[in-house]
């Protein structure tokens, strides 16, 4: 009988993605410990160092971008329905 699928919480994910990168036991010691493959521990490390710079990155240009889009957007939709005659 098959083996159904488990999901894993990101608590879960991130505890065994930071014992990889502490390095103190190898992926196949830390595959055995948590019952998960070791190509799944592999790409949550992956991802783990891949997404840590944005913690740290300031998003207040990236938001000034956005509000004067979404300002614009709005600007236009007004003058939409203004010109639309009141019936």
């Known amino acids: ?24 036991k190898t992926t196949a010691q830390l595959a055995a410990e948590y019952e998960v493959h070791v190509g799944q521990i592999t790409a949550w490390k992956k991802q783990l160092l891949e997404g840590a710079s944005g913690l740290f990155e300031d998003g207040r240009g990236k ?9 614009q ?7 939409r329905y203004a010109a639309v005659p009141a019936g």
């Open 1 to 24: 009988m098959a083996r159904k699928r488990r999901s894993f919480s990101g608590g879960f994910k991130a505890k065994v993605a930071l014992a990889a990168c502490r390095g103190d």
């Open 63 to 71: 938001r000034a971008v956005e509000d004067a889009a979404s300002e």
């Open 73 to 79: 957007e709005l600007f236009e939709q007004d003058h």
